[in-house]
């Protein structure tokens, strides 16, 4: 039976894990929600947790949010719809999540039908569509080569809606979708149900970190989205908090490089002519938002695992130091790479040592204004990068002692910096990096999606 | 010529992307959004000269509705990679603040 207009989605927060708040999940079912939906990560906090196929938020987050989502959308009878799950929405990051979702449902004695969505990529199959032409950069990077996928220790595509409308019209109860744009999670239910499309997508952009759209910081966590035949109305479920017109419109501007335009699977939203009115004092309505069907393209994002690195950390409060904090950088980082060299021989390779001066310059790495005072205290982060975890740790170990008696002032008592640990050597790992910036044409939006299913409902009857 | 704090009640940066970072500017004034927006002085050179940025690669967006311009520039080492010091790019927006502002 489909449901009339407007279809409301409830999301009941930026993503999943963040804290989603039981009372507003109740205010927002009250209000008839249709829908849950949230994204459960991003490609922001980095290639790691693709490459690991790890959550960046503990087990214990992620199960507290779940379980009061799925108990919610099991009493109102509607379908939980979660995308990009375990963070990276790579297939074992889905598989993290199903575990998580299957512990809950026994705990909550549920027996829901479970579609999992996988967009993880075979290379080979990569490789013969970029032969084919079939696969074209994204600026700032350039055409891909073989090298460059099997530089990759793991390829997702962002899937749109139709595997999410696909596994609706099926039956399913839970989604758990593998990468997904997060408005593709967030606009799919009301796409299968006729509302406006560029009102979906559009609702969907504003949504998709919950209650960030909202006026008030801490007013809450989630927000409800109504999409109707022409635009669609926003206003956060926590009950103290409102949106107005500065807080939604300024939404679509967030981590977004266009302001007015926001490319998708299978089309462009376009907002350039988007109104937005204040319809109480806590909603807006916004309509105008349109949608730009254009030939249907995935997004690849694959991330590798490169060389390693080693940390140590001191921390100077020497008034020797902290007036010329620049040159004892310079000649620190002269040292090091003179104290590798000398002890480890050309076995090192071609490493690299950086100093980081937090208290100073770390975070650009820019040479302060002449005349900048002096900090109270800094703190040095020594990274050694080297083609394997022994080198980055013996290049650590080469440097130790003079990194942490290094003077610059050269009558006096040789100074101890301030170690915080023991040993002071920290192995980090490798450096993950994202390698694609690139699109694959398909004919068919699930062409290169797979769907599998955990049906408790039939494991109950059987 | 005053500078983007002088102009701007907010300015935030932020990855949009593993690719890309994004500065908005949300001017404290129409007027001075009319006056500063569009400035010569936040051009492709600019982000060159702070980020490394390719000129050609930076975009400019007025925003009048919200009296904000956005700026976007292209990374130029990889998010996470052995020289990164601010995965998200939240503090770039930092050094803009003191960037003066010539009319538009």
Redesign the interface.
Known sequence: MNPKLPIKILVPTGSLGAGAIEEEVRHGIAQGAHAIATDAGSTDSGAAYLSLGISKNNRGSVKADLTVLMRAGAQAGIPLIIGTCGQAGGDRNVDWTRDVVLEVAAELGIRPRIALLYSEQDKALLKARNAAGNITPLAPLGALDDATIDACDHIVAAMGPEPYIAALQAGADIILGGRTTDTAVLACFALMHGAHAGAAWHAAKVAECGAQCSALRFGGSGVLVSIDAEGFDVAPLGIKNYCDVHSVSAHMLYENSDPFLLTEPGGVLNVTRAEYTQLDERTVRVTGSVWEPRPYTLKLEGSSSGRFQTLMLIGIQDPDVLCRVDEFHDKLLATMYERARKTIGPAAGDFHISLRMYGWNAVSGDTPPAGTPAPREIGVLFVATADSQAMATQIAKACNAYFFHYPIVMDKELPSYGFAFTPADIERGPVFEFRLNHVVHVDDPLELIRTAWVDLKEKEAA | MPTVKDVCRHVRS???????V?F?L?FDSEENFLAYGNSPALDGALFQRLFGA?PA?V?R?L?P??N?V?L?Y??TS??????E????CG??Y??LLDVELSRA
């Open positions: 932020k990855n949009a992307g593993p690719y890309w994004t908005d949300f390719d690669l975009k967006f925003i509705g919200l904000t956005k976007s292209a990374r990889p998010q996470g990679g052995m020289v010091r601010d995965m998200h503090q770039q930092v050094r």
